[in-house]
C-alpha cells in the first residue's frame, strides 16, 4: 500500500510542480508583464490617395519590444492577446501613445489626414471605444484628424443591437469605420448588410496576385466592383509594385498602402517626416 501511496503522492506533487511552473511562464502573464513595461509600441505605415498619389493618412501596426527577443511582430501574439483579454487595454495604450506623439505637431499633418487603428471584434462592443476615440480626436484640437476603425474578424463580430449603438456613437464622433482583410473571412458580407461600414480593405493576398492569377483579379474587381455600388471607399493592402499600382488607380481604388509607398516604421521616425 505505502508504495501505491508513495506513486500517488509524487504524481500529485509532480503535476502541482508542473502546473506551477507553466504558470510563472505563461504567456498570459508574460503578455501582462509586458503591458505593464509598455513593450507594446506602434509602427507606422502610410497610406496614399489613388486620385491624388500623395500621402494622406497611415496605419498604425503594433510591435512588442522585447527586452531579450528584440521587435515580435503582431501575429505572434495578439492571438494570444485576444484570448487573455488584454488586446483592449493593449490598443488603448497604442491609441495614447500615438495621440500624444501626433497631437503637439498637429499643424504639420496634412489637411484631412487619417490615422487607422486595428480593432478585434470583442472590442467593438465596448463602449470604452467610444470615450478613447473622442479623447483621441479632441487632443487635435484646431487641427482635425480622421480616426479609423480597422475592424479585424479574426474573432466573429456579434452583431446585434450593443453593435449597433456602438457604431452610431462612433459616427457621431465622425469615425470612420473600414472592414479589414476583405474577402479572406466569412462573415464580411454580413457586415456590410447589418451595421453602416465607410470603406472596405482589400486584402494583401488579392493585391499581390495581380498581373499573376486571373482568379484573384476578379475577386479584386468583385470588391471594388461592390464597394462602389454601396458607395464605400476602397483601400488596397499590401502594393508591392506599379503594375498593381496602376491596376488599382485606373479602377479609382481610393487609398493604396504598401511597401511600394513605405514599409511600417517606429513611430517616432515616421513622424519626422513631418518637420522636412
Ligand atoms: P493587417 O491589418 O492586414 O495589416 C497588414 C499587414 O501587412 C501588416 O503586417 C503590414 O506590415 C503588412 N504589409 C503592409 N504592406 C505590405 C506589403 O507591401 N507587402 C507585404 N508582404 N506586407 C505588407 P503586420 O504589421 O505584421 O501585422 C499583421 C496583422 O496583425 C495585421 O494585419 C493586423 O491584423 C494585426 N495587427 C497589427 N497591429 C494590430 C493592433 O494594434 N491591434 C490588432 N487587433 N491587430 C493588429
Ligand atoms: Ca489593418
Ligand atoms: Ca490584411
Ligand atoms: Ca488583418
Request: a negative charge; one cysteine or more; aromatic letters at 10%.
Amino acid at each position: 500500500f505505502s508504495l501505491i501511496a508513495w506513486v500517488l503522492l509524487s504524481v500529485i506533487v509532480g503535476f502541482a510542480v508542473f502546473r506551477w511552473s507553466g504558470r510563472t511562464i505563461s504567456p498570459e502573464y508574460e503578455l501582462r508583464q509586458a503591458l505593464e513595461n509598455q513593450e507594446f509600441i506602434p509602427y507606422i505605415q502610410p497610406v496614399v490617395s489613388g486620385h491624388l498619389m500623395r500621402e494622406t493618412g497611415c496605419e498604425v501596426l503594433m510591435r512588442w519590444a522585447h527586452p531579450t527577443m528584440g521587435i515580435i511582430p503582431p501575429d505572434n501574439f495578439i492571438p494570444m492577446a485576444e484570448n487573455c483579454n488584454l488586446i483592449i487595454p493593449m490598443t488603448q495604450a497604442l491609441m495614447t501613445q500615438v495621440r500624444k506623439q501626433f497631437a503637439p505637431m498637429a499643424q504639420l499633418l496634412p489637411k484631412d489626414y487619417h490615422f487607422a487603428f486595428n480593432i478585434t471584434a470583442s472590442h467593438f462592443r465596448d463602449f470604452n471605444l467610444v470615450e478613447d476615440c473622442r479623447a483621441f480626436i479632441n487632443a487635435f484640437g484646431d487641427n482635425p484628424i480622421k480616426l479609423v476603425l480597422e475592424l479585424t474578424e479574426r474573432e466573429l463580430l456579434v452583431i446585434d443591437e450593443v453593435t449597433e449603438r456602438l457604431v452610431n456613437e462612433l459616427h457621431k464622433l465622425g469615425v470612420m469605420i473600414a472592414i479589414d482583410d476583405f474577402g479572406t473571412g466569412n462573415s464580411s458580407l454580413k457586415y456590410l448588410q447589418h451595421i453602416k461600414v465607410d470603406a472596405l480593405k482589400i486584402d494583401k493576398s488579392f493585391i499581390s496576385k495581380i498581373g499573376i492569377d486571373t482568379h484573384s483579379v476578379h475577386i479584386v474587381d468583385n470588391i471594388i466592383d461592390l464597394a462602389a455600388r454601396l458607395h464605400l471607399q476602397t483601400v488596397a493592402e499590401g502594393v508591392e509594385n506599379e503594375e498593381q499600382a496602376s491596376y488599382l488607380k485606373a479602377r479609382n481604388v481610393t487609398f493604396l498602402q504598401g511597401y511600394l509607398y513605405g514599409k511600417p516604421v517606429p513611430m517616432e521616425d515616421f513622424a519626422l517626416q513631418f518637420y522636412d
